[in-house]
């Protein structure tokens, strides 16, 4: 058998050697569906529900107390904590707070009076959200935003600005490569802030390795943390006591309950830790991670890549078009495919319980996360794709219905 | 009977004639818990645990497509929605989004340059986070901060600034006259933006009526809404179409799914919608609103008036200094008293099931939460603290010995 499966029985047979195997057992998910949407909202392992049942039950029974009680207090550098182990990053480099939107602006505006020039760059094409707080920051910093060409950041770290950057690119799935890109920023005075959003749970992330100084990433793709679970910060050891926040919330100070009208940011990534959490998300969050524990990253990794292999070989012999890398170390967790009639096709894949992402105008998205999908489970889905188009069954009226979109 | 109880039968005669009464119920605190440190965090009422249980489920069965199928797309607005209605905002004005500090940072940083001259003001006696955050704003703006005494900032209107004020101070429950702050900043082009987090919940709040712009506030005090639940936004509908965030996250894009690369905010307070909200946490928060539903606004000021009245009364009587105002107009939902003896009494208290709250050095907090509270219970509370102070049984080790502070 090769790593790569190639009929269904060697799907099976990849099951049975897969040592994530059990995890798809910490998971409920409906019957009969495949769920290849995992890189947009993963589904909830058992021990977060368990962990959010738990803090309601705090909030309950020991009210306010609860903030020591029930250790409330310290979730988010406590969570922080697991995900460290995620992305290759020591203990308080990460603290979890905030959405991805807030982190990238407050790292962003920490680290420009620490790059040689105070002038941001992103890309043309990096995922919005990004684009738009470059642009939030530079009105109310005065800082300017150079836009890049798509995949342009390499070449440009020599003017030595802030450079938001997206590990995998949300609509390819391509895979920047951190170590080159930060040996290239240190050279320069550059400082790059990574958005780990697509990246985290399926790469076998090593941050600290890598020489990366900023990174911010959200929980509830392959992390399976939750509908808007908040977000994380990473700010390496040997760089964060330089860093202020532009939102000093109690949370990041280092006497949170003196009260003092001056602030005193809290040692390491800690000090971007700002208002009250949303305590009953996090610990959703913090017990979806448990999901995750002792789960070899290189083992996250392989599945993941396997998985999309698998997928891209049977795409391609349908005829579509894949605009995801091909060779697998330049590919993250999901696999983007071409195709005109994508809403309908996608519509009817999930009329036979297949849920896959469509994204006008004309690309769907597949997201292979390994901690919860079994091999057999996706080569069953791929041949539901190939017999939809085979049929054309996804031109029936109820597949062209618009609804609101997600 | 009059409405301030002088005796346990008044007390007693009060809860028989609370309009109020029925909420209780809605509660369903420990036995032998008398709560009065609902300003700190409010207990659950059921409908919290229920909308939490639902969105959890909802996770569960219809995963991603929750977003649409459970309404989770327009969460926050609809949240916003019930918060209007307890602050005397029209619908639209308001939305649920991250965390105090974060909403008050962006709300000064779009106030910044609509207002007469680009500099902050706020009391130096004021909430510590919001002279942190005028601070950290300061940092990236290079907006000058000026402190004002405590108190002082009616008389600086005139410079044309912007200024954070809390609208009750959370020391003293002092309470600010909004309509008449509103007019001196009208006449020279300061804009203030309120800090709510103390006064929603037991004030007969008229924001718009009392011609207030911005405001924020946290919603797990007298609000009930969990655990660091999700903060609000107010932006009155004659300025909102001007104010442009700092932190334009998607959900504050009026076409978040258009994934376009320029930012087109939404109208009203939704643009100030930044990432992803913590689903489940707002789900809680938005269950806890329900049992508010219908609550007139001028009833919950009425009781808490009267319950502090009577708490007033009676410190007073066992010889302590009430270091908020007497005059109940002037006062909010929560009672400051001086003891110096305070660390020990607390305790004292919380053995006997009395919750109260001790802020050092020497200050305890009681909180007249009107939606769940009892007038007897309350009565019966004060009984207990009388106690032990007249016999010195909180002169104990066991109340002396110090945990981690909340």
């Not at 949303?278 to 524990?293: H, N, Q, T, V």
Request: net charge negative.
């Amino acid at each position: 058998m090769r790593q790569i499966p190639t009929s269904r029985a060697d799907a099976v047979e990849c099951d049975r050697a897969d040592p994530l195997a059990a995890r798809h057992g910490l998971f409920n998910l409906p019957d009969g569906i495949a769920y290849l949407v995992g890189h947009s909202l993963g589904p909830p392992p058992a021990t977060a529900g368990a962990r959010l049942n738990a803090a309601m039950q705090d909030w309950q029974s020991d009210l306010v107390r609860s903030w020591n009680s029930a250790g409330w207090i310290d979730l988010s550098e406590r969570t922080g904590g697991q995900i460290a182990a995620l992305i290759g990053a020591e203990p308080g480099e990460v603290i979890v707070a905030d959405s991805v939107s807030v982190n990238l602006f407050k790292l962003a505006a920490a680290a420009l009076p620490l790059a040689r020039r105070y002038v941001l760059f992103v890309e043309e094409d990096e995922f919005p959200t990004d684009q738009y707080i470059a642009a939030g920051l530079a009105g109310v910093s005065g800082a300017e935003v150079r836009r890049l060409p798509s995949g342009g950041t390499f070449d440009a770290l020599n003017a030595g600005g802030v450079y938001l950057k997206s590990a995998v690119n949300y609509r390819s799935a391509e895979v920047a490569d951190i170590a080159a890109h930060e040996r290239e920023a240190a050279a320069h005075g550059a400082l790059i802030l990574w958005d780990l959003s697509h990246a985290t749970g399926v790469l076998d992330l090593a941050l600290k390795a890598d020489g990366a100084r900023l990174a911010a990433g959200c929980t509830y793709k392959y992390l399976n943390g939750g509908p808007g679970a908040p977000a994380f910060v990473y700010a390496a050891h040997d760089i964060a006591g330089l860093l202020r926040t532009p939102l000093p919330g109690w949370m990041g100070h280092a006497a949170p309950f003196a009260f003092d009208g001056g602030y005193t940011p809290r040692e390491g990534a800690a000090r971007f830790a700002s208002g009250t959490p949303p305590i009953l998300s996090l610990a959703a969050l913090s017990g979806a991670l448990e999901a995750m524990d002792g789960a070899p990253l290189s083992a996250l990794q392989a599945k993941a890549r396997a998985l999309s292999a698998m997928a891209i070989a049977r795409v391609q012999a349908m005829g579509l078009e894949v605009l995801s890398p091909v060779e697998d170390a330049k590919r993250g967790g999901h696999v983007s495919v071409r195709m005109a009639e994508g809403y309908p096709v996608v519509q009817a894949l999930a009329a036979r319980g297949v849920m896959a992402d469509f994204r006008a105008p004309d690309t769907v998205r597949f997201g292979f996360s390994p901690l919860f999908l079994r091999y057999a489970a996706v080569w069953d889905a791929l041949d539901a794709l190939a017999d939809i188009l085979a049929s054309k069954s996804w031109d029936q009226p109820q597949f062209h219905a618009r609804a609101k979109v997600t």
